[in-house]
């Protein structure tokens, strides 16, 4: 299994472009969210799904969008990028997203938006 | 808003030593748990303790809850240079089935 994948892996954009992180797991789960981390910040989430055609707003959803459409795929929409979403993002993935469960990681998207 | 709180922020230590991280947070919980992050790369899942749960131990980690206090600690022993990583406590509860909230992480260092 490869787990959780994310590509791609950095990205620069200029303010105002629109671009799509994506993120896909091979481990049948049906759990899925996307997390931010600047620094002094720790973790922040930003989007999740509890299964295909389910998704749900986090902590820090504006300036995000987010669909999924199948278990596998769950990809980060940046409407119009800005600055203050220069940010490591990681996709995390658990089987079923009840209390209790152990989150999967991707590796990240390292994003610069100019 | 962050719901656990790592301390200290850095620490560190000669290979060998131990390792002690704790871990504050405000609301009552379900679980908890623990991650380590090595430089550049994603969280990785440690440990997870139970609200009914007081100590737990996964080889060289010791975790330890307090619900009175709502604390825990992440206990390392004998560390190792390969430890070196920031470590993440995670809370799961508080009304949410699904969202786990994380601190801001400890940065452990370990010299050889």
């Known amino acids: 299994n490869a787990g959780v994948t994310q590509t791609p892996k950095f990205q620069v954009l200029k303010t105002g472009q629109s671009m799509t992180l994506q993120c896909a797991q091979d481990m049948n789960h049906e759990y899925m969210s996307w997390y931010r981390q600047d620094p002094g910040m720790g973790l922040r989430l930003i989007h999740y799904s509890v299964g295909a055609g389910i998704t749900d707003q986090g902590e820090v959803p504006n300036g995000y969008n987010v669909s999924r459409s199948t278990t596998e795929d769950f990809p980060l929409r940046l409407l119009s990028a800005a600055p203050s979403q220069t940010s490591v993002y990681f996709c995390a993935s658990s089987y079923s997203g009840t209390i209790g469960e152990k989150l999967f990681f991707g590796s990240g998207t390292q994003l610069s938006v100019l | 808003s962050q719901q656990g709180e790592e301390d200290p922020q850095a620490l560190s230590i000669q290979e060998g030593e131990n390792a002690t991280m704790n871990c504050s947070y405000k609301?009552?919980?379900?679980?908890l748990q623990w991650y380590r992050q090595n430089s550049g790369r994603g969280l990785v899942h440690l440990i997870l303790i139970r609200s009914n749960e007081r100590e737990k131990h996964s080889g060289r980690l010791r975790v330890t809850l307090d619900t009175s206090k709502k604390s825990s600690s992440l206990l390392i022993t004998a560390s190792r240079a390969a430890d070196t990583a920031s470590y993440f406590c995670a809370t799961a509860g508080g009304g949410s089935n699904y969202k786990l909230t994380f601190g801001k992480g400890t940065l452990l260092t370990v010299n050889p």
């Open positions: 609301t009552s919980i379900n679980n």
